[in-house]
């Protein structure tokens, strides 16, 4: 995958995080709160600017009440 693929893929998935989570009516901080992260994370993550590892798209998924999958339906 080319790094500009990468960027769009990243960008992608970050705003279908944080679709999710306004739709659940969480803040990034409480996002952060169930998954054990920093408060930063989820913001890193929504603005592309973070790659993420497969353990903690589960923690996300399960923290939004969704399968894991539904992360990545963009």
Do not use: C, W
Request: aromatic share 10%.
């Amino acid at each position: 995958m080319t790094k500009k693929m990468d960027k769009v893929f990243h960008k992608k998935f970050g705003q279908r995080v944080r679709f999710l989570r306004k739709e659940r009516g969480m803040t990034q901080e409480q996002l952060s709160f169930e998954i054990d992260a920093d408060n930063s994370y989820i913001a890193n993550i929504e603005n592309a600017h973070r790659d993420i590892p497969l353990s903690r798209i589960r923690l996300i998924a399960k923290a939004l009440n969704v399968k894991p999958y539904e992360l990545l339906k963009f």
